[in-house]
T-cell receptor, first 113, second 117 residues
Framework: GDSVTQMEGPVTLSEEAFLTINCTYT??????LFWYVQYPGEGLQLLLK?????DKGSNKGFEATYRKETTSFHLEKGSVQVSDSAVYFC????????????FGRGTSLIVHP | DTGVSQDPRHKITKRGQNVTFRCDPI?????LYWYRQTLGQGPEFLTY????????KSRLLSDRFSAERPKGSFSTLEIQRTEQGDSAMYLC???????????????FGDGTRLSIL
């Protein structure tokens, strides 16, 4: 079945450091890929998405590129802020009529001033 | 667009009691999902509606759980005879599905946190 694997956290960085959170997936066909962010006590918010190979999703300084050859969708940001501290979830929505997304377990990011 | 709304935000109840949660999706969204989330985990799929039809239900879902979406708008999730293991955050999400294989992302509510004493 479909699956999403994220790097284990927590990831701890100083403000203005470079961020990478790895995400790899297993799915047939050409799934759509998403990153969601969850702040404490809140639901998940869509951060960015990509729907086909080589697409780059971007939002609020975060980027992720859909790499079909390595089945990856790594999240990056050039300079993190304390306010980016949250849990980040990678997810896929399989092609071919499935409406149920598959989520990774989440990666906690802690940014220190 | 007021987003997805869930009520209540918190529910504390004794083991064995029944609880009901409500979700109001974004008004034009035809798809509605319920998830359960425990600490340190991603959302676990429970059930999915397209309009008023419940199209999928997790095989792992106990018979004590039931969900409805009677008019294709708001939805309720009921848990009967609650157990300690039901303590979790229950998330609702909605999306706009247009045709087969639609890849529209989901919009989540802030969840209902259930604590079983």
């Amino acid at each position: 079945g479909d699956s999403v694997t994220q790097m284990e956290g927590p990831v701890t960085l100083s403000e203005e450091a470079f961020l990478t959170i790895n995400c790899t997936y297993t799915a047939t066909g050409y799934p759509s890929l998403f990153w969601y962010v969850q702040y404490p006590g809140e639901g998940l918010q869509l951060l960015l998405k990509a729907t086909k190979a080589d697409d780059k999703g971007s939002n609020k300084g975060f980027e992720a590129t859909y790499r079909k050859e390595t089945t990856s969708f790594h999240l990056e940001k050039g300079s993190v802020q304390v306010s980016d501290s949250a849990v980040y979830f990678c997810a896929l929505l399989a092609s071919g009529g499935s409406y149920i997304p598959t989520f990774g377990r989440g990666t906690s990011l802690i940014v220190h001033p | 667009d007021t987003g997805v709304s869930q009520d209540p935000r918190h529910k504390i109840t004794k083991r064995g009691q029944n609880v009901t949660f409500r979700c109001d999706p974004i008004s034009e969204h035809n798809r509605l999902y319920w998830y359960r989330q425990t600490l340190g985990q991603g959302p676990e799929f429970l059930t999915y509606f397209q309009n008023e039809a419940q199209l999928e239900k997790s095989r792992l879902l106990s018979d004590r759980f039931s969900a409805e979406r009677p008019k294709g708008s708001f939805s309720t999730l009921e848990i009967q005879r609650t157990e300690q293991g039901d303590s979790a955050m229950y998330l609702c999400a909605s999306s706009l599905g247009v045709g087969e294989g639609s890849n529209q992302p989901q919009h989540f509510g802030d969840g209902t946190r259930l604590s079983i004493l």
